[in-house]
């Protein structure tokens, strides 16, 4: 019996180089990590494009155009999340007191936070109050709005596939993000309260984290009827400025179990069945030591961002593990100093990334307002004539 070669139309097989965008190449290149391309050209994000306006940046040219970026190389499917769970329907969003300057209210996740009367973002807010305190406040307020078969979530449907269709089309890596379990949890208990809750009512956690997975595993498991995936990104901001915020042994009971299985049930639906999928890790803080923990337990193939104020070294961290692929690296605190602080930042990074490959140069965080549109264009130039 023959079997006929796969569809080469990015869903049952893969597009060639030469039908794919120049950023899809690039892109899946930089995956790959190949050694001495030019590196791939994107930022993390943006917190001064207000202050940018005020010191002169022209409104009306694209910040890919202004800057010098590649076109997208991947298209992201959504729908699960990214620092707090995917619920249907959301928490109203109320004011619970007023407090004089600041104001209590509800947000979208069901938890109390503490604002700035009139203003609710450009800040780090304060969290006061998390949804889920034990078994009973989980079940009666938290755990329905997690059911996969809600009719909402899938109202879209169609159309997202669509266009995620003619993505891969074009060679775009298609990827799945969704909230990390730390960080699910964290946003549904709270980060001190949390802690407390692993070791007192693990049936809680528990509990929680098979809702995860069953909303995540359905969802995916629907949207790979129609497209194969590149990617899964997990946004977990499991670590702080010392290291990881739980145990390895926590990780491995309370995580590990549920994303070995959500992985291994992805595999197995693949509609190219040859396609590598590779597995994102998205962690503030000092993330040197999980880096191992995560490569054994789901076969991590990328990190971001290596924030450097915490102690990540690109260099060091790249050294230690040559087929990391890895985003992000560049201090923000560096970009708001002097010219010379920025070539020796970037003359010590991005020589010898580019010569290991897999390698995209951002800011460690967003950008933040402190950095004068003047340094960015200076970091963005140096970022071009060191990077390629």
Not at 42 to 58: D, K, N, T
Not at 150 to 176: C, F, H, K, S, Y
């Amino acid at each position: 019996m023959s079997h006929l070669p796969a569809l080469p139309d990015g869903v049952y097989g893969m597009v060639p180089p030469e039908a794919m965008t120049p950023s899809a190449r690039k892109l899946r290149d930089t995956y790959a990590c190949k050694p001495g391309l030019p590196l791939f050209r994107r930022e993390f994000g943006f917190y001064c494009l207000e202050r940018w306006a005020e010191q002169g940046m022209p409104q009306n040219i694209p910040l890919e155009e202004l800057f010098h970026y590649d076109a997208p190389g991947n298209h992201y499917l959504s729908e699960l999340g990214w620092c707090e769970a995917a619920f249907a329907p959301q928490y109203e969003e109320k004011v619970l007191e007023d407090r004089g300057e600041y104001e209590l209210a509800q947000d979208f996740a069901g938890r109390g936070v503490l604002y700035f009367k009139g203003r609710r973002s450009g800040f780090m807010p304060e969290y006061v109050d998390h949804p889920v305190k034990d078994m009973r406040t989980w079940q009666d307020n938290v755990k329905w709005r997690m059911d996969p078969t809600t009719p909402a979530r899938w109202e879209n449907l169609d159309v997202r596939m669509q266009t995620a269709r003619e993505r891969a089309a074009q060679g775009l890596m298609i990827g799945q993000s969704l909230v990390g379990g730390y960080m699910y949890l964290r946003s549904l208990i709270g980060p001190v309260e949390l802690l407390y809750m692993f070791n007192d009512h693990p049936e809680v956690i528990e509990d929680c984290m098979q809702t995860w997975f069953t909303l995540a595993d359905a969802t995916i498991a629907r949207h790979q009827q129609h497209v194969t995936l590149d990617e899964i990104f997990l946004a977990e901001d499991i670590c702080y400025n010392h290291g990881c915020l739980i145990s390895p042994r926590m990780m491995k009971r309370f995580l590990f179990p549920y994303y070995q299985q959500l992985i291994t049930n992805a595999k197995r639906r693949q509609l190219d069945p040859a396609r590598h999928l590779y597995i994102q890790v998205d962690t503030d803080g000092l993330a040197s030591s999980v880096i191992p923990l995560y490569q054994e337990a789901i076969g991590m193939d990328v990190m971001s961002p290596f924030e450097v104020a915490s102690g990540c070294d690109v260099v060091e961290i790249a050294r230690q593990y040559p087929g990391l692929v890895m985003f992000g690296g560049i201090d923000k605190r560096v970009l708001a100093g002097s010219r010379a602080d920025i070539d020796a930042h970037l003359e010590r990074i991005l020589p010898f990334m580019r010569a290991r490959g897999g390698y995209i140069p951002t800011c460690d965080h967003g950008v933040p307002e402190e950095v004068s549109l003047d340094n960015y264009h200076y970091y963005r130039q140096r970022c071009l004539e060191l990077g390629g």
